[in-house]
């Protein structure tokens, strides 16, 4: 199947838009009508066609903005892709896991020839025809994360295991809601969560670590987590906060349905077979409460969803300036009726 | 003793002797000094006879210092000076030397990230807190670092953008996170207090 | 793990590596084998007889990833696992076991390591000597068997690795020279010991008396399971009570019984079996490495690939 690419930008004019398949495919995050921290983790197994689970990888209409979205952001601050020394086989890891797994479910667009350690990786959407060496850095252009985290959608974090804790030790980051790289590389998995509020308290954290420590190669698992951003921007990191947090103070009752947008993660964690670390990909997708409200349910869930939130998330996710405006606008859309569980639309 | 529920914080303890450490090193920060002399008077001589100790502070505050009988005692003007002195005696140093620092957070957090480049690993470093609860901190955007910042909303001494302190600290930087405290309302900010002592 | 993702294979081939000590090839017998990292090991399920034991040996083939190598040394006091290995497993034996699993890594972040291993415990070693190598990071090992004839893998890594392969032999009177390797290692040196429990307790004992830290010191210890007299296990949520045999674990019994648990090295060293102790009629011996001094001494937890029950007996949360 060929993806149709489209060309919007994440930052200027804003011209992020999704296609009528890009709304009914977006991975709506409540599965009832309020929302709470839980370990929703499942395995990370092949969902229905179409849906954002169809493949591993997900890879989407707006893959070549995001990729020339994610370069402009490097060519400001490279310190957003970062590795520690002692990750380079984990690197290597994820160049063998990205690379497969793209070649193998979208062969229009992606395809890698082996022949021992030399590689050959074509990706048609960004004109790239390369020959390496797999373990071999210097063949390549960029550090082997950098370079195939250059073409694929979402974040990446590195994950070394030691000492019975989990750290944060190398990563590409350029899509993330007010986190930075930079600032947490080298930390355990207790310390990188630090800043989230109530999950702490309820064990959350230390049971997810147990699970994670024991992460099996060949069971990926996932989990969805959801912010919400004003206009359409990927990166809407700490380091740019002065750029972008302004965009809070502007929605208004006649544009939230333009401005505001529903962001989710989908988190995936992996064990890497080489390094024996773990990498977490976190893939970020955007949809417009205009786009949003098309789905009647998702449109009546979301606004009793912000109602009921607790005022310890409303802000941490800082959604503290919009969230009444929005609810405002949002009660338009919900006449009361009760709303079938789970994720989908009626 | 600091204790706080920051969770990337480190937790401090107090200065105890490792009795098998074949060479002791400690770094001491102003008030770090009381951290030290207790240290001293608890250990034996044999521990005494393997202790290096340098100190950056008030000369006079060090006296107390000098009756122990140790194998090596340094004075050094600032934190930055002594720290260059650190990297001397790590660039060279054995597994079975032990780090003890006391003093005050930002002291430490730069003792602790000095450490980690000769693969010292953090947790092995016996730290005492003593003195103001000032922080260091980084500036998000420009990355500048900002000593003994006491209040919650501060300048940045590197770029000039108002910084609000976040309860996060990365101990690779040796420093708290500070944003921008009126991105959102640009002119407008927090009250500032003084709550970092 | 406990859920039916074993892969199934076959013995290619049997060499015996050095007196009581064989080595099994095993090839997959659908699909490719997964990769896996220096220090992982499988956990192969031997059916002996009525009898289903599961045991955990390290993964030592290097460079050809189409089959695993394990290396096995036959114990007579044993469960049967081992000798039922040397002596019913041929050539042609269809074997299942679990993906691989390292809770042996190697530290990435040092800057030097030394290796200790003491008879089978070398089979961890050989692929962490290879992979320190391809990564041109700096290490030694010290390799210290009873006599030549069992020291296996011993002529191979020195081979392979000349200037920083070092034998001893018990019968020759040679040691390793513990106290001499941790004097002068530079600043982010780690060790790691595999062998007899007494081995690992005394050299990890001598690390932090030559004042290392305790996170520079590493120790691969896979417990068997004890043998013991019989009691019977109330399993509270699936509302039955079973038996556990003398030669049996408790989690083989679960599982034999048809319930699911979670399990992963079954050595007594993960966690993941940890399992809530409802009552307890009798005293559970603890076998394992992973429960806190505090909460065995509560008796609210046991580790049920390893740990059993000397009394009568006991209600489980499974």
């Known amino acids: 199947m060929s993806i149709a690419f489209t060309m919007d930008k994440f930052r200027d004019d804003f011209s992020f838009a999704n296609s009528e398949h890009g709304i009914r495919r977006f991975p709506f995050p409540f599965n009832e009508d309020k929302y709470m921290y839980a370990i929703n983790i499942e395995p990370h197994t092949p969902g229905p066609v179409g849906s954002v689970f169809e493949f591993q990888i997900d890879v989407d209409e707006h893959y070549v903005a995001e990729m020339r979205d994610r370069a402009l952001v490097l060519d400001e601050d490279p310190l957003r892709c970062q590795a520690l020394p002692h990750m380079m086989l984990a690197q290597w890891d994820l160049v063998e896991l990205l690379m497969t797994n793209m070649a193998k479910d979208y062969p229009d667009h992606f395809s890698l020839e082996k022949s021992g350690d030399r590689w050959r990786w074509i990706n048609r959407p960004l004109s790239i025809d390369q020959i390496f060496t797999f373990g071999d850095p210097a063949t390549l252009p960029y550090p082997p994360m950098e370079y195939i985290t250059r073409q694929s959608q979402g974040d990446f974090c590195l994950v070394d295991q030691r000492d019975g804790n989990l750290w944060m030790d190398a990563g590409m980051v350029t899509t993330q809601p007010d986190w930075s790289l930079d600032f947490d590389i080298g930390m355990n998995f207790m310390e990188w969560h630090g800043p989230v509020p109530l999950a702490h308290e309820i064990g959350i954290f230390d049971r997810a670590l147990k699970f994670l420590l024991n992460l099996q190669i060949g069971r990926p698992v996932r989990r969805l987590n959801w912010t919400m951003t004003i206009n359409p921007r990927l990166d809407t990191s700490p380091e740019n906060y002065h750029k972008w947090g302004i965009d809070r103070s502007t929605v208004k009752l006649e544009n939230v349905g333009e401005k505001v947008h529903l962001r989710v993660e989908l988190q995936g964690l992996w064990r890497l077979p080489r390094s024996n670390a773990i990498l977490f990909t976190i893939r970020c997708y955007l949809l417009r409460l205009d786009e949003l409200v098309t789905v009647p349910k998702w449109a009546r869930r979301l606004h009793r969803v912000l109602q009921t939130l607790p005022s310890e998330l409303v802000d941490y996710k800082g959604l503290s300036r919009y969230r009444d405006t929005t609810i405002n606008w949002l009660s338009k859309f919900d006449d009361g009726v009760p709303t079938s569980s789970g994720f989908g639309p009626d | ?197 | 793990m406990s859920d039916g993702r074993e892969i199934s294979v076959r013995v290619s081939d049997i060499t015996v590596v050095a007196k009581d000590i064989k080595r099994f090839r095993l090839q997959p017998i659908s699909g490719a084998l997964p990769l896996f990292s220096a220090g992982s090991h499988i956990v192969v399920s031997i059916f002996a007889d009525d009898r289903r034991i599961r045991n955990p040996y390290s993964l030592t083939s290097v460079g050809d990833p189409s089959g695993y190598d394990i290396s096995v040394l036959k114990t007579a006091n044993s469960r049967g696992g081992s000798v039922f290995m040397h002596e019913r497993v041929t050539k042609g034996t269809e074997l299942v076991i679990s993906q691989p699993v390292n809770l042996f890594p190697i530290n990435l972040s040092g800057r030097k390591h030394i290796l200790l291993a003491g008879g089978i415990g070398i089979t961890p070693f050989i692929t962490m000597a290879h992979q320190l190598a391809s990564l041109n990071q700096p290490f030694q090992l010290h390799y210290g068997s009873r006599s030549k004839e069992r020291g296996a893998y011993a002529e191979s890594l020195k081979e392979a690795f000349p200037d920083r392969v070092f034998l001893y032999r018990d019968d020759e009177g040679t040691f390793i020279p513990i106290d001499a390797l941790l004097r002068n290692q530079p600043l982010g040196t780690h060790l790691y010991v595999c062998g007899p429990e007494g081995m690992i307790n005394a050299f990890l004992k001598a690390g932090l008396a030559a004042g290392w830290p305790k996170e520079s010191l590493h120790a691969e210890r896979f417990i068997a399971p004890s043998s013991g007299k019989p009691f019977s296990v109330k399993l509270v949520r699936s509302g039955r009570t079973i038996k556990v045999d003398e030669h049996q674990s408790i989690l083989e019994a679960v599982e034999d019984a048809g319930v699911k648990a979670p399990y992963l090295c079954r050595g007594g060293a993960c966690g993941q079996c940890e399992t809530d102790v409802v009552s307890c009629d009798g005293e559970i011996v603890h076998s394992d490495n992973y429960l806190d001094p505090d909460v065995r001494k509560s008796g609210s937890k046991i580790m049920i690939c390893v740990s059993r029950l000397n009394g009568f007996e006991l209600a489980l949360n499974l």
């Open chain 2, 1 to 197: 003793m600091l204790f706080s529920g920051i969770k990337s914080r480190p937790l401090y303890a107090t200065l105890q002797p490792d009795p098998f450490a074949r060479f002791n090193l400690v770094l001491v920060q102003g008030e770090g000094v009381n951290a030290a002399v207790r240290l001293l008077e608890c250990a034996g001589d044999q521990f005494r006879m393997r202790t290096t100790i340098l100190y950056a502070g008030a000369a006079q505050a060090a006296d107390r210092m000098r009756s122990f009988q140790i194998q090596r005692m340094q004075f050094l003007p600032t934190i930055e000076t002594l720290l260059v002195r650190v990297d001397g005696f790590l660039a060279t140093a054995m597994m079975g030397t032990r780090l003890y620092t006391a003093g005050t957070e930002g002291f430490m957090g730069q003792v602790i990230q000095h450490a980690g480049n000769y693969f010292i690993d953090h947790k092995s470093i016996i730290t005492e807190h003593c003195g103001s609860l000032a922080r260091r901190i980084q500036c998000i955007h420009c990355r500048g670092a900002t000593e003994n910042v006491t209040t919650n909303v501060v300048r940045c001494s590197h770029c000039g953008v108002d910084l609000l302190v976040r309860d996060h600290y990365s101990r690779r930087l040796a420093a708290f996170m500070a944003v921008s405290a009126d991105a959102e309302a640009p002119g407008t900010l927090p009250a500032i207090e003084k709550i970092f002592r």
